[in-house]
């Protein structure tokens, strides 16, 4: 091999290696981005099954429904405040409270927030007091 073609292989072989080079790193921050996705959708399920085993064990005891003519409603403020104190947020993670349209239960929803306060994730769950045992006949 002359020297040029030496000088070219090189060449080649740089480029080449560095091109592969890039595509791994792209490749392994795909997967810890996935990977961090995954986690966290983990653990809003973990927090929804807290809150659903919180209320199954501890939901009895406490005055979590609404007084007045309906006697199968969670009353909102105090079920947040319950379950606040009981199952605490971890950073990043929010939990809202909506409402079902047909009065059912409420809708916790838990949310993963990214640095602008954009929702990643999110998971929502019906609870109801009549779920817990919890209506007063």
């Known amino acids: 091999m002359s020297l040029p073609e030496v000088m070219v292989a090189s060449l080649l072989l740089a480029v080449s290696s560095s091109a592969a080079l890039g595509v791994w790193s792209q490749a392994t921050a795909t997967w ?11 653990e ?4 929804q099954l807290a809150s659903h085993r919180w209320l199954a064990l ?9 007084s007045g003519s309906d006697p199968c409603l969670f009353d909102a403020g105090a079920l947040a405040a319950a ?7 971890p950073e990043g993670i929010t939990r809202q409270w909506v409402a079902d349209p047909e009065q059912i239960g409420i809708w916790q929803q838990l949310s993963v927030l990214d640095a602008d306060a954009e929702v990643l994730l999110q998971r929502r769950q019906l609870l109801s007091p009549a779920a817990y045992g919890l209506c007063r006949s």
């Open 32 to 42: 810890q981005q996935s990977s961090r996705l995954q986690q966290q959708a983990d």
């Open 44 to 47: 809003l399920e973990l927090l």
């Open 58 to 66: 501890h939901g009895s005891p406490l005055n979590l429904l609404r």
């Open 83 to 89: 379950l606040d104190q009981a199952v605490p947020l």
